[in-house]
């Protein structure tokens, strides 16, 4: 097996893994939408890339992964950094070498809350490109002059952010890297589930003799499945609503068996 290329956002990069470590300085966040980069140690870092879900499908495999540095991301964020392995180096890429597209079996993206990727629209012939809020001006007169409800927006969003994941993804199977995709929310799911390219792409997950097509439609079902929440810190609340140790386990587990079955 080759290496693997990873994209995702929090839940990819493995924040909050650290707190299973018996590292000193563990910093608990008063928000569980906190993330201080700055207090999050070199040491730690490490540690939590022995239990995230790449490290885990990519040691399964005898390979390697490659994930981008930062924490946190969407699918625009997601798609630079892609680029940005094959072409350049940049901050976000944690080598100082490039990458062939012959490098690689597999690209696995785990897709993020989709509203924060940017909607494109025009407005007497200008184009736009910004957040799909109803705090956005530009946003609000594009409703305006085409009478559009916040909903008719939302749809063309996702019409826009299903054709954008297609066209880049088929530019990689065409590089012969082959996809797989893990869904945190079911924002596009219908649209895939009847699109033959997305055919035994998509990872599911198995719990307790369940299957889930959503990493949210597992984490909300067993209180083990986030940090915030797991049994296994017995004497210890960490504020950090991240998917857990086993979740991660999980997640690898679907990864594994999806490859695995593109083997047979």
Not at 30 to 45: D, G, L, M, P, W
Not at 196 to 208: A, E, M, P, Q
């Amino acid at each position: 097996m080759k290496g693997m290329l990873f994209g995702g956002c929090s839940f990819t990069w493995g924040q909050g893994l650290y707190f299973y470590s018996d590292l000193p300085n563990l910093y608990n966040p008063k928000s569980i939408f906190t993330f201080s980069a700055h207090k999050v140690t070199s040491a730690q870092i490490k540690f939590k890339n022995t239990l995230y879900y790449p490290r885990l499908v990519a040691n399964h495999f005898n390979t390697f992964e490659i994930v981008k540095d930062l924490n946190g991301g969407c699918e625009d964020e997601t798609f630079d950094f892609f680029k940005n392995v094959f072409q350049s180096k940049i901050d976000i890429v944690s080598s100082t070498n490039t990458y062939t597209y012959d490098d690689f079996d597999y690209i696995i993206i785990q897709l993020s809350a989709i509203l924060r990727n940017k909607f494109n629209f025009t407005i007497n012939n200008n184009q736009f490109s910004s957040l799909l809020t109803t705090d956005n001006s530009n946003v609000l007169e594009y409703m305006r002059i085409n009478n559009y409800t916040f909903d008719d927006c939302y749809e063309q969003f996702l019409d826009q952010q299903y054709e954008r994941l297609k066209n880049e993804l088929m530019f990689y199977e065409n590089k012969g890297i082959k996809i797989k995709i893990m869904l945190w929310f079911d924002d596009l799911l219908s649209r895939m589930e009847t699109d033959s390219f997305f055919k035994n792409k998509l990872i599911t997950l198995n719990y307790d003799d369940k299957i889930f097509n959503t990493v949210l439609e597992l984490g909300d079902s067993y209180k083990e499945m986030y940090i915030i929440s797991d049994p296994y810190f017995k004497n210890k609340k960490f504020n950090d609503y991240h998917p857990s140790k086993l979740l991660h386990r999980i997640i690898a587990n679907g990864i594994i068996d999806s490859i695995e079955n593109d083997l047979k």
